[in-house]
């Protein structure tokens, strides 16, 4: 063979492979880019979309627990002050008559045991404490304009029964005589002008029927604001739970699409970012529970008691007030009778366990209601499973025969608190010892100047033991102390609701992030294995 090769031969793969030219001279060198659909194109977008979620779950948890946190607080801090704060001007208008009532019925008589200027003094010192509750009541209520107009009307209507009470005590100090109970007809008439100012001239309007129906306004607005809250709390519970089942789903997703790519039983980070979302999911909804528990026992168990047992304490008063009022009245029939069928109406919404229509009734049917009671005392005593130191329980007072349209069988429908039962039991026991004392007085004798002092004396003297007066204000503080353990646990709970769920209003985002830094974490080693 002769010749030079110039050129090598083309060689043929088989299988009908392509050839393959290399152009050395080409520099610019195309390596073409992974398609979207691979391994780390997925792992960046599964814990971009956990991430995402991760804040949007912060987000709306946090605000729907701020909502829910102004709430209880506006409960707590603007609604049930406002109106406690109304009823107890309620029981002090309610004191500050009573207490006119027996600087009337002592004159200048010096021999009766509560003389007419400590009866004053006491007055002055109800009328103090009614301004403060007007206060109260306004500071709470900053903001409602239209509760403050009422507010306003309230205190104008204070006003002017504050001047007529003034001229009516001048009236008697300068015509009144030294005999005690002895009334001259001018001041009774002077009187009359200031009690229609509180009670109307049909005993159910004026001043003091305008605060009921305000603080009962209010009782109902706590009743929506409450249920509100409760609603809020709901919202709450289910976007932890709904978010936090989406973060673990993502994450559960994340976990297995790690395992199956790279064969990675377990990777620590995605393990505690899923810790982290467990707590976020669990904790969170379990802390929600909680606050609306602490929020059910502050608002359900504890205020609707204080409420009711407030509103008791202020029947209470008018009550022993119309009882001076009857004493006062005893020259007047018609006046006598208008005050005996009002001392019996406020009495029955007071405690009611039948339709007792006069004094005496209603006193047999309260010492019917004492003698089951003692009868449900000793059988609790007998028995051996109770917690030391309490008798009785909320069971127990269930069946007392009173209605629950009156206070006291409210309250007996509401025991929930250690101890609260032995306290209602005592302040109703307390509480039948007064009406039968009441009892006591309408049956005296009031014919001579003697029979009358002995009457204003069994009315008005704390002092003395066995006086009709003595008998309430033993009842009233065994009132208090029922009311003061439910202030007390609505004290407590109230702020344990608005702090439990006020965590929530922050705590997200801590976890959200810890959930976003910790996915990182997880998922940068096993995408550095692509660079």
Known sequence: MSGTLTQAPTRSTSHGAASVTTTYGDHHIHIPHAPRGTTPNLLRAMAAAIGVMSLIAAVCVSVFASDARSKIAGVGGTDAPSVKATENFVFQVQDMDAQLLNALLAGGDTKVKVLRPDSVQQYNLDRSAADWDLEAATAALAGDQDALNRLHDLADQFGQYQAQAARTLADDQRVGGTAAGRVPDSVVASYMFGHDILFGSDDRSGLVQAAENMEQTSAGAIDDSASAATDSLDTVTAALVLFGLMLLAGLGALQVFVFRHFHRTLNPALVAATLAALVFTIGGAAATVGAGSDFHKAKSDAFDSVLTLSQTKALGSGANADESRWLLAHDHPDLQARFEASYVRGSLQLASAGNATTPLEYDSTIAGVNGRLSAIRARAESRDDRPTGQDLVGSDLSDTGLTTDSAFGREFNNITFDGEADRAFDAFVAYGDYIRDD?????????????????????????????????????????????????????????????????????????????????????????????
């Not at 407590?492 to 209003?505: E, H, K, N, Y």
């Open 439 to 531: 009892a006591t007085l309408r049956r005296m004798s009031l014919s001579s100047d003697q029979d009358l002092l002995e009457a204003v004396d069994f009315d008005t003297d704390a002092k003395t033991p066995s006086t009709s007066d003595q008998a309430f204000t033993y009842y009233n503080a065994a009132l208090d102390k029922l009311i003061q353990l439910n202030q007390d646990q609505f004290d407590s709970a109230m702020p344990a609701a608005r702090d439990g769920i006020g965590t929530w209003t922050w705590l997200p985002y801590v976890l959200a992030l810890l959930i976003v830094g910790l996915t990182v974490l997880g998922v940068r080693p096993r995408l550095s294995e692509y660079r």
